[in-house]
């Protein structure tokens, strides 16, 4: 009788999800036929298309016509086809490329150039582009004679994370922008974040409320930290923002925006989460504005720290939340119905109650609609995950389904380690895009999941009920692993399970522009081992070179990873929320060492790296080729210093001096090496990233502000005192030649420099001296202004056989 009764009321469930799948699917065809009527003309969107070629391939700009067709010629789907064009003339195009939009023709192209001329494109500082292998105009490979035709299988291809703004766009220009957009139309993105320039929108906004341009002083982050400032995790921190920054982001916008809409996406614009500034509250007194609590400083310094939040359910949030769609539709035009808001990422309801949830949830979405009355809700789904011990399915399902149906969209953002999808019933029948995470603060580590990329959005589409509806990528920082960033992209167009061993195959002989042996022997070694991660951790890069360890090697004092005891790490847990508990969140504590993440066999690693290298005699004239073998063998490197590290504190923890000194000489050279190593490549350079933050200033204070925003980011990221670094000190750690010599090279210096004085004395290890010289010597360099290379010096082969030889043989 029981199990009549259970599969009675599962068959009632399954017959409501289905039925609550179907609605979610007519409101979302509703959504994508309003924003299709958004789109640019077919003219513009054929001419910004033929923009992107020329800017890729200006010789073949006559090689391809584009035309736009409706959706009815691809079963009511986006879709591209590729045929070969009916040559009339001998200057005719040779081949024909339509798609819903410009975007579906653009990656028409890719796909073209890809499988047809066995061509790669990437960002610039991962080498870049092999064309070399596309046919000159008039001999172009021609299709199969019915042509190629390759169908969304899920109507969106979401873009960015929303600190991803700080990370990697902060100091771009135009010229930059119009790179990335190429880069993102090319691999079929047409969901993308626009963040940019929204802080010149509030100004306006806040300004008809009475609020200064001091008060913003103090609400507004510097440059580098705008992402935070959003949030409302800190204030006032870096800045404060000029005019000209105000203006010039603007503008730059404006130039996003324009170029996006042209190539038929779709922007995500922001909205009102409730962050407010202080002043709001002295004007508004009786408006129910909360001072939240502290986010990650040493020790609650009010300059920066506990911003302001203004409850959803008081009036002035819809107010103002309105006020500012309003704004950016004045300045933009009428250009998207798609917001982002994440106001509850950063705090929890201060109750559990469902109707309560509901009823902000609600307040949320009133605020965006009233400005836009077809407004749709992108939210992060990442605070169901990191604080999943409040969002139980009661509370999940208040606040989904406290807006219209097909108003809200939610971001699996960790699906490819962590997927909500699978045990919250599809989001209880919410539509949601199954988003890869992938980086942390923008580090620079070797790392992947390629068959939960491979597989995972597939299964989530195929999956009883589904609702999913796109597929993204919400990493923290761009320009890394670009095998992983094009296997991702190429989700948005694949319907069914396919070999990833044959891919890859095919990945390495597009990436180099050649068939070789040794490596694909080489990335086979890499599938099986860096770029198959199945620990369900979060890869954060703490290797001990990036982030040295804060900690007394003789286990005296208790300290764990961060220098603080655990009590007090719980308690900043629970106050700072979602970022931090991102920062910590996956990693175990240990009582002793703290360990960085390693996943796979670094013996194995090393042959992939000697198959690298053997195969250097054929490919070193290939820049791809060039930066892959440069980053393969930091990783490994890195991972010795790792180990040699262990040795250096296992030597002292024996009080073996001599052992100490020749482990310690092994790991500071080993930074100068790889220093080195990443000097002989144009990408791996500190100069790139300090240069492009100078060349945006105005004047002399806007140079060394943002110059001091550019290294402070990187190095000791947000406050310190004289004994204690920043709980985020090495978040955004990276390996940059200039970094590691002038940075991290003395840091390790000094400790180890203590170390050995501790034995020798046969006294206990100084930290709080270590401390003291480290943070000040740390605080010195982030507000200097030496300059770095920008141009790659030496040779990268030879100096990777020689660190190879000297390290690994």
């Known amino acids: 009788m029981v199990n009549l009764k259970f599969w009675f009321l599962l068959a ?49 700009l006559h090689s391809f016509e584009f035309k ?50 066995g061509a790669h494109i990437s960002w610039d500082k991962t080498g870049g582009v092999q064309l070399a292998s596309v046919p000159k105009p008039g001999s172009l490979p021609l299709v199969e004679a019915d042509g190629v035709t390759i169908q969304r299988p899920v109507p969106w291809n979401y873009y960015q994370n929303v600190v991803t703004s700080s990370y990697s766009f902060v100091w771009w220009d135009w010229q930059r922008w119009e790179k990335e957009i190429d880069w993102m139309t090319l691999q079929g993105i047409n969901l993308p974040l626009a963040f940019t320039g929204q802080e010149a929108i509030w100004q306006k ?44 982001q603007l503008a730059l916008q404006k130039q996003i925006l324009s170029r996006m809409r042209e190539l038929g996406m779709t922007p995500v614009l922001p909205s009102f989460s409730g962050n407010v500034p202080a002043a709001l509250k002295k004007i508004f007194p009786s408006a129910n504005i909360t001072r939240l609590g502290d986010w990650n400083t040493v020790n609650g310094d009010p300059r920066w720290c506990c911003t302001f939040l203004l409850a959803p359910s008081d009036p002035l949030f819809i107010e103002i939340g309105e006020a500012f769609i309003r704004k950016q539709i004045e300045e933009y035009g009428d250009i998207t119905d798609i917001y ?21 949830g609600s307040a949320v979405y009133k605020a965006m609609s009233k400005a836009d009355n077809n407004a749709v809700w992108l939210m992060q789904g990442w605070l169901f995950y990191s604080d999943s011990k409040y969002w139980k399915s009661p509370q999940m399902e208040a606040l989904l389904h406290s807006v219209p149906r097909g108003k809200m969209i939610v971001l699996d953002l960790f699906a490819d380690v962590k997927p909500i999808w ?11 895009i199954w988003c890869m995470l992938h980086n942390f603060g923008g580090n620079i580590e070797m790392y992947g999941v390629l068959d939960a990329v491979a597989s995972g959005p597939i299964d989530a589409r195929t999956s009883e009920n589904s609702t999913m509806v796109g ?21 948005a167009f694949r319907e069914d399970n396919f070999q990833l061993q044959g891919w890859l195959k095919s990945y390495s002989h597009r990436r180099y522009g050649k068939v070789n042996d040794q490596i694909q022997a080489a990335w086979d070694i890499l599938y099986h081992t860096i770029y ?25 004092t208790g300290t764990d990873i961060s220098g603080t005891d655990s009590s007090s790490q719980n308690r900043m847990q629970k106050l700072a929320g979602f970022q931090w508990n991102r920062r910590f969140l996956f990693f175990e504590k240990s009582s002793s060492l703290p360990k960085p993440h390693l996943w796979y066999s670094t013996e194995d690693v090393i042959k992939a790296l000697q198959l690298f290298i053997d195969a250097g005699k054929e490919l070193s004239g290939s820049l791809t080729y060039r930066y892959d073998l440069v980053d393969l063998s930091r990783q490994s490197l890195s991972k010795l210093a790792n180990q040699v590290y262990l040795d250096a504190i296992s030597a002292f923890r024996r009080e073996d001096a001599k052992a100490v000194s020749q482990h310690s000489q092994k790991f500071l050279q080993l930074i100068k090496d790889i220093d080195r190593l990443l000097a002989a490549d144009d990408n791996f350079l500190l100069g790139t990233w300090l240069e492009s933050a100078k060349n ?103 100096i990777a056989t020689a660190l190879f030889e000297k390290y690994f043989s």
């Open 68 to 117: 736009i067709v409706s959706k009815d010629l691809c079963g009511g789907r986006s879709c591209f086809r590729i045929t070969n064009y009916k040559v009339s003339s001998r200057n005719s195009p040779e081949i024909l490329i339509q798609g819903t939009t410009a975007v579906e023709i653009t990656s028409g192209l890719h796909w073209y150039l890809k499988y047809r001329c």
């Open 12 to 60: 009632i469930l399954s017959v409501f999800l289905c039925k609550s799948s179907a609605v979610e699917s007519d409101a979302i065809e509703s959504v994508l036929r309003r924003l299709h009527s958004k789109e640019a003309p077919p003219i513009v969107q054929e001419s910004a298309a033929k923009g992107v070629l020329q800017r890729l391939l200006p010789a073949h």
């Open 532 to 556: 198959n991660c199945t620990d369900g951790i979060a890869d954060h890069n703490k290797d001990y070179i990036v982030e040295f360890p804060d900690w007394d090697p003789s286990g005296k």
């Open 422 to 432: 699978k045990s919250s019933s599809q989001f209880y029948g919410t539509p949601y």
């Open 696 to 798: 945006l200033a105005m004047n002399s204070d806007e140079k060394k502000q943002y110059e001091w925003n550019a290294r402070t980011q990187i190095t000791m990221w947000f406050d310190n005192t004289k004994y204690n670094q920043s709980q985020l000190h090495d978040y955004a750690n990276k390996f940059w030649s200039g970094l590691l010599e002038a940075y991290y090279l003395p840091r390790a210096s000094i400790y180890f420099e203590l170390l050995s004085k501790s034995l020798k004395e046969k006294v206990d290890f100084k930290l709080e001296e270590w401390r003291k010289e480290w943070i000040a010597y740390s605080n010195k360099w982030q507000e200097s202004t030496e300059l770095y290379p920008v141009k790659a010096q030496g040779d990268a082969l030879a």
């Open 205 to 248: 906004v806040f300004l008809d409320y009475n609020i200064t341009t001091q008060d913003l002083n103090d609400f507004f982050g510097g440059p580098a930290f705008l992402a935070w400032a959003r949030m409302g995790n800190l204030h006032a921190w870096g800045g404060p923002l000029s005019q000209n920054w105000l203006n010039i």
């Open 471 to 491: 597929v993204g990528m919400c990493m923290e920082g761009i320009e890394h692993n670009p095998v992983v960033y094009e296997l991702m992209s190429e989700m």
């Open 340 to 360: 982002n808001c994440d106001t509850f990422n950063e705090n929890t309801p201060p109750t559990d109650d469902p109707t309560y949830i509901s009823s902000l």
